[in-house]
């Protein structure tokens, strides 16, 4: 980034931390409905909002106290600690945004114990429900291992928090036993779902569907454990199951060596004819997209010493970074969705091996982020909305993400 670029992404984050700075303020004419906005949500709730305003603090841009009356709304009311407690939502949401908030000034401590104690016991009910799933050799509901609602996002809490925890070793364990075959002989992979892409059983998916993605399918595993062999944490048979799903997304890439894509999914007749439409190739998104995919397939090469695989990796995002084509599929602000998600994926994967040729594309992401941010009638959320999209810019424009990294929410650190 030239410093003219980085000055320009630092105001534009700095106008939005300001619109954002009093939580009263926010949603006073009225929150959209359902549990996204609620404020134990990392979504779409004041937990989310919450960590752009921690970020800054951290890095000196920010104040504590706007930090502190973000998360002091985050927690109000009842937490969840029950089977719809998960890293976007309840107490291990609101973990981990206190143990960012903690990292930086020591404070929270006695909140932190309580939601920890409540998030070890939300991933052992987790635990233990995956594991007698496997013994009864069933397909794998999507919510049970993805990185929204499942255990890769409690995995990379625990990793992030405290990885040398035994909780840390259970989780990952787990996750190692998911690539193994639930047969003898199973054509399909032991991760491919018994449920449609939205999570909930359809005649339009009746033997399910295999997910590559970030958000909700195999790639938060794959970015879990590439994190956690780079680490020096892993269990033992780490490195062979990411190797298992390394294989299983070679066989569906697509393009060529120098744009590469993977879809955002499999269905059965597409694993049945083994090939895919190009014309389902999904936009670059961070959910579904090469903003999710290739940054898992970096982080995996890197941690198996492969580095072709980290060069196709960079080839896949740079090649949705100068396709104008790909590029204007993700019109939207968000993490999730849009913009912020390119951005924030190419600059983390930029930040992996110090490439050159991603750092050129970063300032042009940037700019267009911010002319969209100009825009009025965003909404404020984390995932989809302009506190994820001021973040990715504080990002891109300090040029450092303080560990704890707060986008281990994305698994992309």
Do not use: K
């Not at 925890?165 to 190692?176: E, K, N, P, W």
């Not at 895919?276 to 890197?302: F, H, K, M």
């Amino acid at each position: 980034m030239t410093t003219e670029s980085a000055s320009a992404a630092l105001d534009a984050a700095d106008h939005v931390a300001e619109t954002l700075a009093d939580p009263s303020r926010v949603w006073s004419g009225g929150r959209p409905p359902g549990g996204r906005s609620w404020p134990q949500s990392l979504a779409g709730g004041e937990a989310g909002i919450t960590l752009l305003h921690i970020e800054r603090a951290r890095s000196g841009r920010g104040e504590w106290s706007t930090a502190h009356a973000w998360l002091a709304a985050s927690v109000q009311g009842e937490v969840s600690a029950a089977s719809n407690a998960n890293l976007y939502f309840g107490a291990p949401a609101l973990a981990f945004v206190t143990h960012l908030a903690h990292s930086g000034t020591g404070r929270y401590g006695g909140l932190l114990a309580r939601l920890d104690e409540a998030t070890l016991t939300v991933t052992r009910n987790h635990l233990a429900a995956a594991h007698a799933r496997i013994d009864r050799a069933e397909r794998v509901p999507m919510a049970e291992f993805d990185l929204i609602r499942g255990l890769s996002g409690l995995a990379s809490y625990h990793l992030s928090r405290h990885p040398d925890h035994q909780i840390t070793r259970d989780v990952l364990s787990y996750l190692v036993r998911l690539t193994c075959p639930l047969t003898d002989g199973d054509a399909l992979p032991p991760w491919w779902t018994s449920v449609a892409p939205n999570g909930e059983p359809s005649s339009e998916y009746p033997q399910g569907h295999g997910n590559v993605g970030l958000s909700h399918g195999i790639g938060s595993a794959l970015s879990v454990m590439s994190l956690a062999l780079l680490r020096g944490v892993a269990v033992p048979g780490t490195a062979e199951a990411v190797a298992r799903i390394c294989a299983w997304t070679d066989r569906w890439r697509q393009g060529d060596e120098t744009g590469p894509w993977w879809p955002g999914l499999i269905s059965i007749e597409q694993a049945a004819d083994g090939r895919i439409d190009p014309a389902l190739r999904p936009r670059p998104s961070w959910c579904y997209g090469v903003s999710g995919t290739a940054p898992a397939q970096q982080l995996a090469g890197l941690a198996l010493g492969d580095p072709a695989r980290v060069q196709v990796a960079e080839n896949a995002i740079l090649a949705a970074l100068r396709d104008q084509e790909q590029f204007d599929r993700v019109p939207e602000i968000g993490l999730c969705h849009g913009t912020a998600g390119l951005l924030h994926a190419a600059w983390r994967m930029a930040d992996q091996t110090n490439s050159p040729a991603i750092i050129a594309e970063l300032p042009r992401v940037a700019d267009r982020l911010i002319v969209a941010l100009d825009q009025p009638d965003h909404d404020p959320e984390l995932l989809d909305g302009a506190a994820g999209a001021a973040l990715a810019l504080h990002i891109v424009g300090t040029g450092i993400a303080t560990a704890p990294h707060w986008d281990a929410v994305l698994a992309l650190a």
